[in-house]
């Protein structure tokens, strides 16, 4: 589904990402992980092909998404027409906008009006929280439930492919698994995910498969179960 070979990046004269190279199947959830700075949302801004000023310049290697290279893609066409959703750090919500405004702009590019209904139902079912304040302004939720929407929004634009930045991040630990549990549920019906995750408790419990990034490098991956039994991760990420 995704695959990203030899990729390199740079932010002006800065190397951010030294050649990774990664995959995504269709029906997986694949986590990255690593520490801050390592170069895990440069590797969702590439995909996503995120406009100035924030842009990094691809310099080589490709990114291609169902056999489509999405170098040559604009930044809507990757979530219009190739189905690829965002959910990034920090939310990045409408605050002036109630939940039900903010869900409803993730849907302007799709035509298929009865099932944006259908999704609709969808997400508040998924987020009952979301449900009964439909009406409410975003800016006045609580920061669990701006996340809740930042996912419910993603999933309006019509993704089949969301790419998830730092989900859990400030969020307390009963939130977290709560999020998660959703992420499968999503999963199950036929959503694939890729997470970039600080927390790789949580991250390796529902991933499938994972990789481990250092400093703009892949260095270790694995299933989930290989990379938390893994001396190296047991001892810098899970204590």
């Known amino acids: 589904m995704l695959k990203i070979e030899n990729l390199h990046v740079r932010y002006g004269n800065i190397e951010a990402l030294h050649g990774i190279s990664l995959y995504v199947k269709k029906g997986e959830i694949v986590t990255l992980l690593g520490a801050n700075g390592a170069g895990k949302s440069t590797t969702l801004m590439s995909i996503m092909r995120l406009p100035p000023p924030e842009a990094p310049l691809i310099t ?17 066409d990757v979530v219009a027409k190739h189905g690829i959703g965002l959910v990034p750090e920090g939310r990045r919500i409408f605050g002036n906008l109630t939940v039900f405004e903010n869900l409803k ?4 590019a799709r035509k298929d ?7 609709y139902e969808r997400v508040f079912s998924l987020f009952p929280r979301l449900a009964d304040r439909r009406n409410q302004r975003s800016d006045t939720l609580s920061g669990g439930e701006q996340q ?3 996912m419910g929004r993603a999933f309006m634009c019509g993704a089949d492919f969301i790419l998830l930045d730092e989900p859990s991040m400030g969020l307390a630990p009963l939130l977290m698994q709560e999020l998660f549990r959703v992420l499968k549920q999503l999963n199950e019906t036929g959503t694939t995910i890729f997470v970039v995750e600080q927390n790789a408790h949580i991250a390796l419990k529902y991933a499938h498969r994972a990789y481990l990034m250092e400093s703009g490098r892949i260095v270790m991956e694995g299933s989930a179960k290989e990379l938390s039994e893994t001396p190296e991760i047991r001892k810098a990420y899970l204590g």
Request: no cysteine; glycine share 6%.
């Open 105 to 108: 702009l993730a849907t302007y």
């Open 113 to 119: 009006m009865d099932q944006i209904h259908y999704d």
């Open 60 to 76: 080589q290697g490709s990114i291609t998404y169902n056999g489509v290279n999405l170098s040559d893609v604009p930044p809507h």
């Open 148 to 150: 809740m929407l930042a």
